[in-house]
């Protein structure tokens, strides 16, 4: 679960205290059409000329794309100019509006982004542009099987889960 929601399960006396446990974190990453020209975004002027360049730009109704609509694109300086060719795209994945060839360049979170054919995911925003969303679990207070529950996370969070939850774009947490 997104890590800010568990928390207020927390603080509600929903979970036990102490059994929170950091799994992954959530990258926002951006795409082109398979096939199309692969902006750079290893730098802040990169990522600047990126969104400039682009025709067309899509990002999701979520988190990470009311933060680049409300932040990143007015921290970039070019806000006027990329939502006069951009949308946030509700209820339908970036990738896909990008696979159909609706946008030339869509920004998601990765592990949103990844499972979708069709599309170049072209890198992650660097991390000086980066928002990063951490997943967690906990064991539930009414829980009958909390020993069960708590090996459970340690598997999750252990190194034979890490290839698994790296494989779904999301990037594991160490111990």
């Not at 890590?3 to 929903?14: A, F, H, K, N, T």
């Not at 990453?29 to 096939?35: F, L």
């Not at 806000?79 to 159909?100: N, Y």
């Not at 920004?107 to 967690?136: F, H, K, M, N, W």
Request: charged share 20%; proline share 7%; glycine share 8%.
């Amino acid at each position: 679960m997104v890590e800010s929601s568990l928390d207020e399960l927390m603080v509600q006396g929903r979970l036990l205290p102490g059994s929170k446990v950091r799994l992954a974190l959530s990258k926002i990453a951006c795409a082109v059409p398979a096939g199309a020209p692969r902006p750079a975004l290893a730098t802040e002027q990169d990522v600047r000329q990126a969104f400039a360049a682009a025709d067309s730009i899509a990002w999701s109704d979520s988190a990470s794309g009311s933060y680049i609509q409300n932040e990143l694109l007015d921290h970039l300086g070019v806000a006027q100019q990329v939502k006069a060719k951009g949308r946030q795209i509700p209820a339908t994945p970036v990738g896909e509006i990008l696979a159909r060839h609706e946008a030339a360049f869509g920004c998601q979170q990765r592990s949103e982004l990844q499972p979708v054919r069709g599309i170049d995911i072209v890198g992650d925003l660097p991390d000086s542009l980066q928002r990063t969303t951490p997943y967690a679990a906990a064991v539930v207070a009414t829980s009958t099987r909390v020993r069960q529950a708590h090996a459970f996370i340690a598997f999750m969070a252990g190194p034979a889960s890490r290839a698994v939850i790296a494989g779904t774009g999301l990037e594991p947490v160490a111990p």
